[in-house]
């Protein structure tokens, strides 16, 4: 339909079709319609067949036994932190990484080299800037970016030291992160990673996600290329 100024308007009494068989069907159409980046995680995980077709779990039998899993503790969440998810997802990478032995390092670098890597860094002098409107803006890129643990680490860092300076002057929303993978598989990750961290937003903007999943040599340009000369911080581990 048109508006008052003749603008193209949506119609909410359109019928949508969809080919879904069931509620899980619909809900990874739904997500898929309007969510590039899962539609291309379930894609590279192959969630929807790992649930559906493969039927490796019956649903109505993994629910019940998380159910009774989780039943026996007691959840105080009084002294646990907002990024409670996050952690625990960091955490698991870096356990899979450890038992996948060398092949782990190709998308998890172990928190340990994250830390000295950053101690490069002066961040004290970026929250300075940032605090006194010297910098209005951070831009942190990573071109070997695996599931992106050097781009939440040093966010991480400069909030802190931000926020022990002057609390609550500085917000995320100053933040900007580029990272570029090669391997299917650990470039989801690293989604995963900058979701459950909400930064994802802040994330590869201005970058099809074609070119963010690929070979950091071959692709230079059209991924982590283009923002050449704008990048405040490079961090990575090849």
Same mark, same amino acid.
């Given at each position: 339909? /048109?508006?008052?100024?003749?603008?193209?308007?949506? $119609? %909410?009494?359109?019928?949508?079709?969809?080919?879904?068989?069931? %509620?899980?069907?619909?809900?990874?159409?739904?997500?898929?319609?309007?969510?590039p980046? &899962? $539609?291309? @995680? *379930?894609?590279?995980?192959?969630?929807?067949?790992?649930?559906?077709?493969?039927?490796?779990?019956?649903?109505?039998? *993994?629910?019940?036994?998380?159910?009774?899993?989780?039943?026996?503790?007691?959840?105080? &969440? /009084?002294?646990?932190?907002?990024?409670? *998810?996050?952690?625990?997802?960091?955490d698991?990478? #870096?356990?899979?990484?450890?038992?996948?032995?060398?092949?782990?390092?190709?998308f998890?670098?172990?928190?340990?080299?994250?830390?000295?890597?950053?101690?490069?860094?002066?961040? /004290?002098e970026?929250?300075? /800037?940032?605090?006194?409107?010297?910098?209005?803006?951070i831009?942190? #890129?990573?071109?070997?970016?695996?599931?992106?643990?050097f781009?939440?680490?040093?966010?991480?860092?400069? &909030?802190?030291?931000?926020?022990?300076?002057?609390?609550? @002057? @500085?917000?995320?929303?100053?933040?900007?992160?580029?990272?570029?993978?090669?391997?299917? %598989?650990?470039?989801?990750?690293?989604?995963?990673?900058?979701i %459950?961290?909400?930064?994802?937003d802040?994330?590869? @903007?201005?970058?099809?996600?074609?070119?963010?999943?690929?070979?950091v040599?071959?692709?230079?340009?059209?991924?982590?290329?283009?923002?050449?000369?704008?990048?405040?911080?490079?961090?990575?581990?090849p």
């Amino acid at each position: 339909g /048109k508006g008052s100024k003749g603008q193209e308007t949506l $119609k %909410f009494n359109q019928v949508y079709v969809t080919k879904a068989r069931n %509620f899980i069907e619909l809900m990874f159409e739904i997500v898929s319609a309007f969510n590039p980046i &899962m $539609k291309h @995680v *379930f894609n590279t995980f192959e969630y929807e067949q790992l649930v559906l077709r493969k039927n490796i779990v019956p649903l109505s039998d *993994f629910y019940k036994t998380c159910h009774e899993e989780l039943s026996k503790y007691d959840f105080n &969440m /009084k002294n646990i932190s907002t990024d409670m *998810f996050s952690d625990i997802y960091m955490d698991l990478i #870096g356990r899979f990484a450890s038992d996948s032995g060398k092949r782990g390092g190709e998308f998890f670098t172990p928190t340990p080299l994250v830390k000295n890597a950053w101690q490069f860094i002066d961040i /004290k002098e970026y929250a300075k /800037k940032l605090i006194s409107g010297q910098k209005t803006h951070i831009s942190i #890129g990573d071109p070997t970016a695996g599931s992106n643990t050097f781009l939440i680490y040093g966010y991480d860092l400069i &909030m802190a030291e931000c926020e022990q300076l002057k609390p609550g @002057v @500085v917000s995320k929303s100053v933040f900007s992160f580029y990272g570029q993978e090669l391997k299917a %598989f650990q470039y989801c990750l690293g989604l995963i990673n900058m979701i %459950f961290h909400n930064t994802i937003d802040a994330y590869n @903007v201005g970058i099809d996600i074609p070119d963010q999943n690929a070979n950091v040599i071959s692709s230079y340009f059209n991924g982590i290329g283009k923002m050449k000369g704008q990048l405040d911080i490079v961090v990575a581990n090849p």
